[in-house]
Nanobody
């Protein structure tokens, strides 16, 4: 059974930074694409960033492009999301997800495993 556990969320002022982590257990992350999504109450889950299995290719939502960096350490089975210049509209629960294939997707339904989420709150 694959388990993904996010950490690193919290309360931060606008303009600040956070680094989210996602630790995997049950299987190695190596070989599988990963992604970050976020959701606020009453809204649909939103794609944030994705990375292929090697870490050689990444893709970002326009809303975070230039402010976010997704990375991975396959040896540690850990996924990261560095968020800089945070804005109040970045406030959400952030989820990491894993696919069963090596290439990424922006569609949440194409991810097989999900973490429980970590809350990020950005104050103005």
């Amino acid at each position: 059974q694959v388990q993904l556990v996010e950490s690193g969320g919290g309360l931060v002022q606008a303009g600040g930074s956070l680094r989210l982590s996602c630790a995997a257990s049950g299987r190695t992350l190596s070989g599988y694409a990963m992604g970050w999504f976020r959701q606020t109450p009453g809204k649909e889950r939103e794609f944030v960033a994705a990375i292929n299995w090697m870490g050689s290719s990444t893709y970002y939502a326009d809303s975070v492009k230039g402010r976010a960096t997704i990375s991975r350490d396959n040896a540690k089975s850990t996924l990261y999301l560095q968020m800089n210049s945070l804005k109040p509209e970045d406030t959400a629960v952030y989820y990491c997800a894993s696919r069963d294939v090596s290439y990424y997707s922006t569609r949440g339904r194409e991810y097989a495993y999900w973490g429980q989420g970590t809350q990020v709150t950005v104050s103005s």
